[in-house]
């Protein structure tokens, strides 16, 4: 095969993790992968670069005006999650490493402009001017493409396994006892009423997400498992999906008692 660009391999995994984007499917889990043994010395070893990063992006999430659900503890978990999914899927130290990165930076532009309106492209923007002097170049490309692509509302596919994770572990933050909490923190930030009373469960209604904190679960959280990229992350969100199932069926139970519709 002919040599790859900037510091990657083209090579098959032994066991290849497959990827399903609904219509997006791809044989093979990005065959670029990142050689540790082509890279060239950094000139801040990365242990030491993710740490600095981390100060600076707890520096603009200080004092911040920001959705509680996307506050810096939302970040720290995407970062442990992120983690989990890399070692998962064999990602090898490096590319462990561009994962932090990515995580640490993937909302900070909601920080910045206290706003999640074009977030995911503010974000890039600024990873790719903290990390421009920091990596090579291939590496930038990929922690800033990542957390270009991460945004659910557009779904975009992923471009390499570094964005393939991110998403995941972002998405997975929306998943279990801590996603219904962000769901309903960002409903009481901008104003967003539980349910429709007329009817609180959208069974025999359009979906209604921007305007119901109900709605919103069975628009975006459960249908997060189908758009997930990696076998380590299915695996994880199915407890997590479950609880927002039980979650649902109380809930259910609960309205119902009270007899607050008209």
Do not use: C
């Not at 999914?85 to 910045?112: M, S």
């Not at 706003?115 to 590496?139: P, Q, T, V």
């Not at 471009?159 to 996603?179: E, F, H, N, P, T």
Request: proline fraction near 6%; glycine fraction near 6%; hydrophobic fraction near 45%.
């Amino acid at each position: 095969p002919s040599a790859a660009p900037m510091g990657l391999t083209r090579a098959r995994a032994a066991h290849p993790t497959r990827l399903d984007h609904g219509p997006h499917k791809l044989a093979w889990a990005f065959p670029l992968r990142i050689s540790s043994r082509t890279l060239p010395v950094m000139p801040v070893e990365l242990g030491e670069l993710i740490a600095e990063v981390k100060r600076v992006v707890w520096g603009i999430y200080r004092g911040a005006r920001l959705p509680p659900s996307h506050d810096f503890s939302h970040v720290l978990r995407v970062v442990e999650l992120a983690s989990e999914i890399a070692e998962g899927e064999g990602l090898n130290e490096r590319e462990r490493g561009l994962v932090v990165l990515a995580a640490l930076l993937h909302d900070v532009g909601i920080a910045l402009r206290g706003s999640k309106e074009g977030h995911a492209a503010a974000s890039a923007e600024y990873a790719k001017k903290l990390l421009i002097s920091r990596l090579n170049d291939r590496e930038v490309e990929l922690v800033v493409t990542a957390v270009r692509e991460h945004s659910w509302e557009r779904a975009t596919p992923p471009s390499s396994i570094i964005s393939a994770v991110l998403q995941d572990a972002d998405r997975l933050d929306a998943l279990g006892a801590i996603g219904l909490a962000r769901v309903f923190a960002y409903s009481g930030y901008v104003g967003r009423p539980l349910y429709y009373l007329e009817a609180p469960f959208p069974e025999d209604r359009e979906l209604r997400g921007g305007d119901f904190a109900i709605d919103h679960i069975y628009e975006k959280l459960l249908r997060i498992p189908e758009r997930l990229n990696t076998r380590t992350a299915k695996a994880l969100a199915e407890e997590r999906v479950a609880f927002i199932h039980a979650f649902l069926k109380e809930l259910r139970r609960e309205i119902r008692a009270m007899k607050t519709g008209f």
